[in-house]
């Protein structure tokens, strides 16, 4: 399994002020669209290929898919949204890693964009994280689309390794 590039699509983007990422959630690399459990083993590979910093703030757009399936349910945690005796995205990362992570939830429905009310507050939040220096990392399932419309909305540019910005279609693909 060490040969697994968890996270899925981890892309930066260029602002001023803080640092900002995008990618797929949880096991995304490792099992793409596959409905199984994601053990603790990738989830650890997915946490330890975010980026260093002191706390990183995870913006999460996971809610549904279309067919109403729950985007928690691959995990041993559940959403803050949902009710269930699962502990929450929150209270697992921070039983597994101490408080390295603060969770803000913004549920979304794959594959179906982002209600604009949505994008507006989860744009909103995602500026001020990023005007208190704040490392940023949006995750939706793969890391490619309601991610990137966040970023784009707040008029960031994905870039390269060396800092080059990239074509929307570069980065998407």
């Known amino acids: ?38 053990g603790g083993d990738t989830i650890d590979l997915w946490v330890n290929g975010l980026p260093s910093a002191e706390v990183v703030y995870i913006v999460s757009l996971l809610g549904r898919k279309k067919d109403g399936f729950s985007e928690f349910g691959y995990y041993p945690f559940q959403s803050s949204c949902e009710f269930g005796t699962k502990p929450t995205f929150q209270q697992w990362l921070d039983e597994r890693y101490g408080h390295r992570f603060v969770v803000r939830e913004y549920p979304t429905t794959d594959a179906r964009g982002i209600q604009p009310e949505v994008l507006n507050v989860v744009t909103h939040d995602v500026v001020n994280l990023i005007a208190k220096g704040s490392t940023v990392v ?15 909305a707040i008029g960031c540019a994905r870039i390269d390794a060396v800092g080059r910005r990239l074509t929307r279609k570069e980065a998407s693909g």
Request: include cysteine; hydrophobic fraction near 35%; charge should be positive.
């Open 138 to 152: 949006v995750v939706d399932s793969a890391g490619a689309e309601r991610s990137a419309r966040v970023c784009e």
């Open 1 to 38: 399994m060490s040969s697994i590039n968890e996270p899925a699509n981890l892309g930066e983007w260029r602002l001023k002020g803080g640092r900002l990422f995008t990618c797929g959630r949880p096991g995304w690399a490792t099992f793409g669209r596959e409905r199984r459990q994601i």
